[in-house]
C-alpha cells in the first residue's frame, strides 16, 4: 500500500514537470494575460473532441490563484461545453509557468513558451503530447501562426498533428 501512494505520488508530480526543449518565457505579466482567449490550434485530447469554438477565459482568484473557464461548442450534442479550473504559479509569478486543474488535487503543467499578452499565446502541457496556439481574436495572423508552429516544431512537438478549430 505504501508504494501505491508513493507511485501515485510520483505520477501526479510528473505531471507538472517541463517536456524537455520547453521553456516558461520570463519576467511573466499576469494582469496582462488575463481575459479571454480563442482556441486557434491543439493536439488532440479526447476532452476536446467535436468542440468548436473553444475559448479559454482567466481571471484572478481571491486566493490568489486564476480561475479558468473553458468554453466550447459540441458540435454532435449542439450545446456549449464548459469546464471551470484553478491555476498557480509553480515556481514564481514571474515565470510562465503554472499547475492547472479540473480535477480536484490533480494538477497538469501549463507552461506559457511564447506570448504578446495582446495578439497570441503559445501552451505546452507536461509532455509534448499537449500544445495549444490561443489568440485574443478567432483568427490569428498567418505570419504569426506560422511563428509559433515553427516554433513548437523546433521543441519537439509534432506540428503535422495540430487541429486548427473553427469558429465560425
Known amino acids: ?67 479558468v473557464i473553458n468554453r466550447g461548442f459540441d458540435t454532435q450534442n449542439r450545446r456549449w461545453k464548459e469546464a471551470e479550473g484553478k491555476a498557480y504559479f509553480v515556481e514564481n509569478p514571474d515565470t510562465g509557468f503554472l499547475k492547472v486543474s479540473f480535477f480536484g488535487p490533480f494538477y497538469g503543467a501549463y507552461i506559457v513558451m511564447d506570448t504578446d499578452y495582446e495578439s497570441y499565446t503559445m501552451i505546452s502541457g507536461p509532455d509534448h503530447s499537449y500544445l495549444w496556439i490561443l489568440s485574443r481574436t478567432p483568427y490569428l495572423d498567418t505570419e504569426i501562426q506560422s511563428h509559433l508552429i515553427a516554433k513548437a516544431k523546433e521543441a519537439g512537438f509534432n506540428t503535422d498533428k495540430l487541429i486548427f478549430v473553427s469558429h465560425q
Open 1 to 67: 500500500m505504501k508504494y501505491l501512494w508513493l507511485s501515485l505520488l510520483l505520477i501526479f508530480t510528473a505531471c507538472v514537470e517541463k517536456p524537455e526543449h520547453v521553456k516558461p518565457i520570463g519576467e511573466f505579466k499576469l494582469e496582462r494575460y488575463l481575459g479571454t482567449w480563442y482556441e486557434i490550434a491543439r493536439l488532440d485530447h479526447s476532452f476536446e473532441r467535436g468542440l468548436e469554438k473553444i475559448t479559454a477565459t482567466y481571471t484572478m482568484r481571491e486566493d490568489g490563484g486564476v480561475k
